[in-house]
Every structure is written in C-alpha cells, then in structure tokens.
C-alpha cells in the first residue's frame, strides 16, 4: 500500500525545495515578486478582449459584476500586491498611494452599475503595478525581464 499524500509533511517540503528553482515565481526574491504581481495585474486587468471595442479587461471587472462578494475578492488581491511591495520595501508613501488605489477601486465599484462602468476603466492594479516596477527598476535592477 502507497504512502498518502500529506502535504506539509518534511519530505514534500524537501521536495518543493528542490523544483523551486525549475519554477518560476516562487521564490521572496524580487524578480520572483515582480513575475508574480505582473501576473496577477494580467489576471485582474487584462484577462479578455471584447473584440467589438478591442477593449482588455480582467477578473476585476467582471467580478465587479458579482454584488459584495466580488469586490471583496478582487479587493483582497489587490491589497496582496500592495502586500508584497511592503514585504520589498517600497517606502510608506508609495505603499499608501497604493493602498488608495485598491481603496478608492473598492468605493466606487461596490456602487451598483456605476461601479461596474468604473472597474472597466479604473485600472488600480496597473497603477500599483507602475509604481511597483519602478521602485524594482530603481533597487533591484536585476529583478527586470529582458523580453526578446
């Protein structure tokens, strides 16, 4: 008979180990960090194209659409990327200007149909994002993706 899978046991932990460096994103360092905001911010922000109007968007406004329980989840991960750019150590300012993005992206989008017109041109995650990246251009130059 087969051992069970117990995933918090010693030796999946060894072997997670082992893969991270063989998957990408895993890792606290700041190129880890950044391909994981920059994927989140795709998830979010630019998920589908509506091909009438060649217009991107993402769970965030579509979510939107779902009353309470979809602005409180696209607020949540929201506030992680605000989360992980404290854990880099983006300084206070920008953590609050981030912080009132995902606040202010919240407000307006919890109000019914307007929200929902809101969210598909609001874009608070590409905001944090562009401040996120540019404090990992700044400190962390290595952590950028040379796309060929």
Do not use: C
């Amino acid at each position: 008979m087969d051992k069970p899978f117990i995933p918090h046991s010693p030796t999946t932990a060894r072997r997670l180990e082992r893969l991270r460096p063989e998957l990408p994103g895993l890792g606290n360092d700041p190129a880890s960090v950044r391909q994981r905001v920059e994927m989140l911010e795709r998830l979010l922000e630019r998920s589908f194209k509506i091909p009438v109007i060649r217009r991107d968007v993402g769970l965030d406004a579509i979510a939107g659409m779902v009353p309470v329980l979809g602005d409180v989840v696209t607020a949540a991960m929201g506030a992680y990327v605000v989360w992980e750019a404290r854990n880099l150590g983006l300084s206070k300012w920008q953590l609050w200007r981030m912080g009132a993005n995902v606040a202010f992206d919240t407000a307006i989008g919890a109000v019914p149909l307007v929200g929902d017109a809101f969210d598909f041109f609001f874009r608070s995650n590409t905001k944090n994002l562009k401040i996120l990246r540019k404090h990992l251009d700044k400190h962390h130059p290595a952590s950028g993706i040379i796309e060929g």
